[in-house]
């Protein structure tokens, strides 16, 4: 599973999970990355995805790239990046909904969006995990591949985006209060 590591569930307990869904109606089947801070945790393409993370409680800066165009800065696709701050709280189960779509312009908009009873977009959520595969991600190979390769024209553009996303006010956030008892649907559970 996406950056999980087994342990027993005592240790699990005091953990929290986030579940990024990328759901089979999503407009584009591009490929993105998942962030926590700099660190990629996951990486997929396409629909009808879920990626599951195990993260320490606590705050932290979830983000998502994807392609912005076909130029390159230096040696690395264009990409754009969004984030969302999210206060994780132990033994809660959070989803974010993957989404990435055109606009009428041609540009590209996305994001990292909550699903849960406070943003009142939960009730199609056991439909979507229903359907779901599961990602197996290799964060290490991930690390390899991608960052030593892309990480001196990586760092510069991943930086600019979080400073503007940073200045930003009004952000869309992940709070505990989002957080659910237990894994919603059997299909997305490590």
Known sequence: YSSIARSDRSETAKLSHVVFVRRAAAAIPMPYQLYDGEEMISAGSGRDLCHVYQASPGMHTLGLSFLSGMGTTGNIPNLRFRFIEAELAPGKVYYLSVNIGDTFLGGFVGGLQPVSPRYGNDQDLPKWL?????????AAAAKRDWVERY???FKPMFDEAYREWHDQEGKVHLSPADGFDGFVAAAASP
């Open 130 to 138: 229903s359907t779901c595969h599961v990602v197996k991600f290799d």
């Open 151 to 153: 990480g001196t024209d």
